[in-house]
């Protein structure tokens, strides 16, 4: 980079973020939904966006008020649109949120290991990132949480559940204790919630208007490609997120895209189960082969412990095999695939360590 440029000083080194995007065989590292949508759903997608093409001279709905409705439907629990806020993927919604609440002087704090992007949408915003470490089995608990809440008095909470990249879970119970406990906004992301079969945070947002539950559809509706995430909370909190987004910030192509998905969330959805079940059986396998596993209510699993995990993860790269080198120290994450992929994950670890790791 052009060193005369007047970049803010705390850009100065950064690097853009990004997870390996290579042409493999078997990609297992970025936690998508491995099945494309059917030939049905792309022609109901097609005619969609080729009606709303006639429009595109236009600008989009800024309100996005049709997707909003569908997507308040589609989670229940009595939330309305007026509850709804979307934008292009999570890390919009995030970057809304922190805009919103967080800002210069204010903190957001959260608790790892967890997603590697909450610092950067901290960055960006010129929110200041803290962080306290999550307990042995990797789970929070109130105690916890208020405790960090205390030493660091923060204006945003984050929380993961399942929490990325150990797919460990928080219990409704415990938000809602801290959420009882402090004003800081508590932010429950719970982009791999599908896959889990504990309670949503859903069923808390009636009792507390300053909790936001954050949702993507890049995940469970196999939509990683259209951009979408969106979350449900106080119509407070949604007003916070419109005077901050930008303009028009959410096109006519993703809105139209994403209600097109909703109207077939039966047949999408109807994966969610089948990739639930490929996780927990990976884990078995795991477990039965001598390696460490972190139980996992998502569609990937953390495994290891290696003394080397660089050297097992290029192992599997050479065998055509991508997944991720992230989490605690020692440990890889693999996405859960389609049967088949699976099958050649369990072969190349097989090949690469035959009596299982040996730390």
Known sequence: MNQDLPLRDDLVGQ????????DVPIVLNVNENPYPPSPGLRRALAEAIHEAAGGLNRYPDREAW???????????????????????????????????????????LTF???????????????????????????????GLVLDAIER?????????????PTGTSVAPEVIDEICRA?????????????????ASCLTLLDRHDHLVVSRTMSKAFAMAGA?????????????????????YHLGTQTQVLARVALAHREELLAQVEQLARETRDFQTWLLGHGYEVIPSDANFVSFGRFLDRHAVWQGLL???ILI???????????????????????????EIHPEGPRP
């Open 182 to 198: 402090t004003r800081a906004v508590v932010v429950v992301d719970e982009a791999y919630q599908e896959f889990s079969s504990r």
């Open 318 to 320: 050479d065998r055509g």
């Open 152 to 164: 660091h008095r923060p204006t945003v909470v984050i929380i993961a559940t399942p929490n990325n």
């Open 15 to 22: 690097a853009p973020y990004g997870a390996p995007q290579l």
């Open 324 to 350: 991720r080198e992230t989490g605690p120290e020692g440990f890889l994450r693999a996405s859960a695939g389609r049967p088949e992929e699976m099958a050649a994950l369990r072969d190349a670890l097989r």
């Open 227 to 247: 951009r979408v995430g969106y979350l449900a909370a106080s119509p407070a909190v949604v007003d916070a997120c419109r005077i901050v987004r930008l303009p």
């Open 66 to 108: 049709d997707l909003r409705r569908d997507l308040a439907t589609h989670l229940g629990h009595g939330v309305g649109p007026e509850n709804i806020w979307a934008a292009n993927g999570s890390n919009e919604i995030m970057t809304h949120l922190l805009t919103a609440f967080g800002g210069p002087g204010r903190r957001v």
């Open 112 to 142: 790892t290991p967890t997603y590697s992007m909450y610092p950067e949408y901290a960055r960006n915003t010129c929110t200041t990132y803290v962080t306290t470490p999550r307990l042995p089995d990797h789970t929070v608990d109130a």
